[in-house]
């Protein structure tokens, strides 16, 4: 018997000096980025950007008149340049009306300033819950790159509803590892409500056999989805989907989806059979694959976000428990790259001619394809490495014969 050459398991574990500098420069990196992001994306003067959109509607509401209006609280103007269109209308679901029609009762800049606050302190929450549940994962690199997330210092800029969101989905997500289904399906309910993109992790957990979720998700949703119309009566819907395709914004920088990425490039009428073929090929994946639940919520929140209409810098913070979930291959590191990169400079950068448009300003979109190809590659993979446990099974059980009990119970029987 030879002498094993391999090195030891503490020589495989400590880092020499070419990795401390490199997890250094790493690290510095990681700060300049959450740095900058922080400085530009504090509130001043007295611009509300998409806050002041939600503002306008809840006050709409309270009124009787049409949330889904522009207003003169409504963005018009984004990153220092002015739109093209009228400004932005609230375009979230009327579900939202009952939560933005009490914001309006407070006055907007103050408010704005605490919505900040509020936003930037449960973004640090689900942090918390993700590194307790992924302790065995955590790094000062994976909290770094958190916090540098271009879609995080968006979120905060705009004031957008992004961040609790995200509460509702990481803790579904935890609820989900933990086995969990009935309340991780409720959580996974009101994500879906605020956001009907969404409505992709149910119907895939539906497809890949996990129902204890899947059903009460889609039963929460409809419910809650439901609600405004005995608050707001039913023509609240038909404001709503009548503002929907009357809005002006896509195909711009930072918009990730496929809707966007084609129009980016010239041909709009190519995103939604686009995205209607990926969530139909996806369907059929996970229908024969059957894979775990967070397998499936990753491809369905991947899915979703490319597959959406509209996919704003911010709904790329709904990736962050797929990160902490996956091994980071290589396509989920040149990912997790693009995702760090600024939303106000992604936008800037785009503005001067088409073909930069089409580029730079579809780093997002970039981001989203790789993430997804990771996921569905990473699903052969796990199939590859069952059908070698079920072969391994069966040569260890062949082995065993030639053990002491194997061939004892060989003598026990010739003796019999």
């Known amino acids: 018997m030879t002498e094993s050459t391999a090195p030891s398991a503490e020589q495989r574990v400590t880092p020499g000096p070419i990795y401390g500098a490199g997890r250094a420069l790493k690290l510095g990196a990681l700060a300049l980025v959450a740095g900058y992001g922080f400085t530009v994306s504090l509130p001043h003067g007295d611009n509300l950007w998409d806050f002041g959109s939600f503002v306008a509607s809840g006050r709409a509401a309270a009124e009787g008149m049409d949330p889904y ?3 003169p609280l409504s963005l018009t103007r984004l990153f220092g340049y002015t739109y093209t269109y009228t400004g932005t209308p609230n375009l979230n679901p009327p579900v939202s009306l009952i939560a933005f029609e009490a914001l309006s009762q407070l006055e907007p800049a103050a408010a704005f300033r605490a919505w900040y606050a509020l936003a930037l302190a449960l973004y640090l929450a689900v942090l918390a819950l993700l590194a307790r549940d992924y302790r065995d994962r955590l790094s000062p690199p994976l909290l770094a790159w958190a916090l540098s997330l271009g879609g995080l210092w968006s979120t905060l800029a705009l004031g957008q509803i992004y961040v609790p969101l995200l509460l509702a989905l990481a803790a579904a997500w935890l609820l989900l590892r933990r086995g969990r289904w009935l309340p991780a399906g409720l ?17 895939l957990l539906l497809l890949a056999g996990c129902w204890a979720a899947a059903l009460p998700a ?29 809005y002006g914004g896509f195909g711009v920088a930072t918009d990730a989806s496929l809707l966007g990425l084609t129009s980016r490039l010239g041909q709009p009428s190519l995103g939604l059979p686009l995205s209607g073929f990926l969530l139909l090929g996806l369907a059929g994946v996970v229908w024969r694959h059957r894979p775990p639940a967070l397998h499936t919520s990753s491809l369905a929140i991947a899915a979703s976000l490319l597959a959406s209409p509209l996919t704003w810098t911010g709904y790329t913070l709904f990736l962050l428990p797929v990160f902490f979930e996956q091994r980071w291959t290589l396509p989920l ?19 001067p001619s088409r073909w930069q448009l089409a580029a730079l300003g579809s780093i997002y979109s970039v981001a989203l394809m790789l993430v997804l190809a990771a996921l569905v590659a990473g699903l052969r993979g796990r199939q590859g490495q069952e059908r070698d446990g079920d072969r391994q099974h069966e040569v260890s059980g062949a082995e065993h014969e030639h053990t002491g009990w194997g061939l004892a119970r060989q003598v026990w029987q010739k003796g019999r």
């Open 69 to 71: 209006r522009v207003d």
């Open 187 to 203: 959580l996974i309910g009101v994500a879906v409500a605020v956001k009907p993109n969404l409505v992709v992790w149910p119907l």
């Open 218 to 246: 889609l039963l929460a949703a409809a419910l809650l989805s439901a609600a405004p119309a005995l608050v707001y009566g039913p023509g609240v819907y038909v404001s709503w989907l009548s503002a929907l395709p009357s």
């Open 333 to 351: 590191k040149v990912a997790a790259v693009l995702l760090v990169f600024p939303a106000n400079l992604v936008w800037q950068w785009s503005l």
